[in-house]
Structure formats: structure tokens, C-alpha cells
């Protein structure tokens, strides 16, 4: 996933990040996540694995990871904890999350793809695992309200995918191109997938993501357009803000697993009937119907 579980939320991004890259002159290729570890096949891979060396190989077998060689919508649900990192103390666990991030690999010319997508957050009480909607700060004692964290896109506003990399699309032609060649390892009958989100520079630290999607070799061996995936993410970034922590030190880790759905109909009952009580529009991410994907916190 490109804007995993754990996704920044659209209020925490400044409001126009992509321009603000461009002005501030820090390096484009930065865009493309650097620090980014060397691709390498890891493991033995089959006899019939596609030969991973090769850019066209690695396109056809991300896109089926995480999302479909069909334009259709791909729903990932996950849940996890997040924890406060503050000098000198351990990790404390201050909520727990659950969301969906549902995918649409639009087809384009020549071979690519752009991914476009939807995502709905709802955050829970760490100890009882009910719906937030007031969360009482340990550090500060301050009573909070917990918005639900959303974003959402159609075409133009997500991210090519071609032979030449993964690249954001309102600056593709700005942003020189890369050899796609992924970081894949095999071992026993699984096939995983490491991954790292590149962020636009400029937003304040720490920025960093880190995530592995699996899959079933006999799977990824075969024909189907989407692979019946899972995965497992760490994410580091500054206190939300609702949070109200001001310029305490720290910051906040996300920790997260998920699996790719069949449909929608697979989200758990309780979070499908929040998500569509308050975002509607956010369960497709069908490009055709992206004028209506416009939520409060995603209007700047």
C-alpha cells in the first residue's frame, strides 16, 4: 500500500505539500523515498517465480499485491495500537485504531496505472476498545475531542505506477524516473513484499514507514488479478494534533496489521456501520464518482 494503515492524516499534512516540495527546492528524487533500502530477492525463490530483476515483472506483481490488475474497488482493513515515544520513559500505549484503506488501480496508457484511494480511521479506547470520541490526554489532563482520521482522491491526485517506478501524478513530469525493482523475499510457501512510504519533504519529523505485505506463493505463481494479501506496519510521526501536546518532546509510533478484503461486505460489522453512517461517499473509490468523496477535513 502506498498510504498504508496508519496513513497521515489530511489535516496533519500542510496544504499543499507537493508545491511546497517544489519551493523549497530540497530535491525531487526525494519524493521518491530516500533511504529507501537496495531491491534484492531474498530467500529461494520457485523454479516459476517471474524473474524480479526486471522492472515489468515487479509492476505486474505490486499491483496485484496491493491492489488488482482490474479496475475495481480493493478494500484493506487493519487495526493496531499507537504508542507515545517521549525521552527518557518507555512506550505507552495511549488508543487503538481500525480502519480501511480501499484502493482503485485506474488502467492508462502504455502499461501504467495510477492508484487512487479512500481512507477511514476511527480510533479506540486502549483498554475497553470502544469508539473514541473524547480521550482524556495523560500528559497534559486535558480532555479531548478524536476525530475520525479520513482522506480521499480520484484521478490526477494519487500515484503512477509504471516500469519507471512509483511516482506522484501532479508532479510525474518533474519527478525523473526510477527502475522499478522491489524488494522481495521467499521462504517456505510465502511471498513478502518490504516497502518503505516516501514523504514529501517538508513536513516536520519524524516521517518514516515501514511495511511488509505477504501473500501465498501458489498464489502469486498463478493468474489471479489480486493477490489475497496481509501485512504488517510501523509508522513514526509527530503527536496528532488533536492531541493538544504543543511542543512536548515525543512523538507517536503506529503499529499496524491488515488484510486486503474480498468487498466491502468483509469489513467488520461495527466499523462498516460507523464508516457508513459518517462516510458514505468513502466506501468506493470509484474514479467516476470522486466529486463525491469531499469530506469536512479534506476541504483546504
Given at each position: 500500500?502506498?498510504?498504508?494503515?496508519?496513513?497521515?492524516?489530511?489535516?496533519?499534512?500542510?496544504?499543499?505539500?507537493?508545491?511546497?516540495?517544489?519551493?523549497?527546492?530540497?530535491?525531487?528524487?526525494?519524493?521518491?523515498?530516500?533511504?529507501?533500502?537496495?531491491?534484492?530477492?531474498?530467500?529461494?525463490?520457485?523454479?516459476?517465480?517471474?524473474?524480479?530483476?526486471?522492472?515489468?515483472?515487479?509492476?505486474?506483481?505490486?499491483?496485484?499485491?496491493?491492489?488488482?490488475?482490474?479496475?475495481?474497488?480493493?478494500?484493506?482493513?487493519?487495526?493496531?495500537?499507537?504508542?507515545?515515544?517521549?525521552?527518557?520513559?518507555?512506550?505507552?500505549?495511549?488508543?487503538?485504531?481500525?480502519?480501511?484503506?480501499?484502493?482503485?488501480?485506474?488502467?492508462?496508457?502504455?502499461?501504467e496505472y495510477e492508484l487512487t484511494g479512500n481512507t477511514v480511521t476511527f480510533f479506540r479506547d486502549v483498554a475497553t476498545g470502544a469508539f473514541l470520541t473524547r480521550w482524556q490526554n495523560p500528559y497534559t489532563g486535558e480532555?479531548?475531542?478524536?476525530?475520525?482520521?479520513?482522506?480521499?482522491?480520484?484521478?490526477?491526485?494519487?500515484?503512477?505506477?509504471?516500469?519507471?517506478?512509483?511516482?506522484?501524478?501532479?508532479?510525474?513530469?518533474?519527478?525523473?524516473?526510477?527502475?522499478?525493482?522491489?524488494?522481495?523475499?521467499?521462504?517456505?510457501?510465502?511471498?513478502?513484499?518490504?516497502?518503505?512510504?516516501?514523504?514529501?519533504?517538508?513536513?516536520?519529523?519524524?516521517?518514516a514507514q515501514r511495511q511488509t505485505m505477504f501473500a501465498p506463493v501458489k498464489e502469486f505463481l498463478g493468474r489471479s488479478p489480486s493477490l489475497p494479501a496481509v501485512f504488517s506496519s510501523t509508522v513514526h510521526m509527530p503527536?496528532?494534533?488533536?492531541?493538544?501536546?504543543?511542543?512536548?518532546?515525543?512523538?507517536?509510533?503506529?503499529?499496524?496489521?491488515?488484510?486486503?478484503?474480498?468487498?466491502?461486505?468483509?469489513?467488520?460489522?461495527?466499523?462498516?456501520?460507523?464508516?457508513?453512517?459518517?462516510?458514505?461517499?468513502?466506501?468506493?473509490?470509484?474514479?467516476?464518482?470522486?466529486?463525491?468523496?469531499?469530506?469536512?477535513?479534506?476541504?483546504?
Amino acid at each position: 500500500m502506498t498510504t498504508t494503515a496508519a496513513t497521515t492524516p489530511d489535516d496533519e499534512l500542510p496544504a499543499d505539500p507537493l508545491r511546497r516540495a517544489l519551493v523549497a527546492g530540497v530535491g525531487i528524487a526525494a519524493l521518491l523515498g530516500a533511504g529507501r533500502l537496495a531491491a534484492r530477492v531474498g530467500g529461494d525463490p520457485p523454479a516459476r517465480a517471474p524473474d524480479l530483476s526486471l522492472p515489468e515483472n515487479n509492476l505486474r506483481a505490486l499491483v496485484r499485491m496491493a491492489a488488482s490488475l482490474r479496475e475495481e474497488d480493493v478494500p484493506w482493513w487493519y487495526d493496531g495500537t499507537i504508542f507515545a515515544v517521549v525521552p527518557g520513559e518507555q512506550l505507552r500505549p495511549l488508543f487503538k485504531f481500525e480502519g480501511m484503506e480501499l484502493y482503485w488501480m485506474r488502467h492508462l496508457d502504455g502499461g501504467e496505472y495510477e492508484l487512487t484511494g479512500n481512507t477511514v480511521t476511527f480510533f479506540r479506547d486502549v483498554a475497553t476498545g470502544a469508539f473514541l470520541t473524547r480521550w482524556q490526554n495523560p500528559y497534559t489532563g486535558e480532555a479531548v475531542d478524536v476525530p475520525a482520521a479520513t482522506q480521499g482522491g480520484g484521478p490526477g491526485r494519487g500515484f503512477n505506477y509504471s516500469v519507471n517506478g512509483m511516482r506522484f501524478t501532479p508532479l510525474l513530469e518533474q519527478l525523473p524516473a526510477k527502475p522499478l525493482v522491489l524488494d522481495w523475499t521467499f521462504a517456505r510457501d510465502m511471498v513478502w513484499l518490504h516497502n518503505e512510504t516516501p514523504y514529501p519533504p517538508g513536513l516536520p519529523p519524524p516521517r518514516a514507514q515501514r511495511q511488509t505485505m505477504f501473500a501465498p506463493v501458489k498464489e502469486f505463481l498463478g493468474r489471479s488479478p489480486s493477490l489475497p494479501a496481509v501485512f504488517s506496519s510501523t509508522v513514526h510521526m509527530p503527536w496528532l494534533k488533536w492531541m493538544a501536546m504543543g511542543d512536548r518532546p515525543g512523538h507517536i509510533v503506529w503499529h499496524a496489521s491488515g488484510a486486503k478484503l474480498r468487498s466491502i461486505d468483509e469489513l467488520p460489522k461495527e466499523y462498516r456501520a460507523r464508516a457508513e453512517r459518517e462516510f458514505p461517499a468513502l466506501l468506493t473509490a470509484d474514479p467516476a464518482r470522486a466529486a463525491e468523496r469531499v469530506v469536512p477535513n479534506l476541504k483546504k
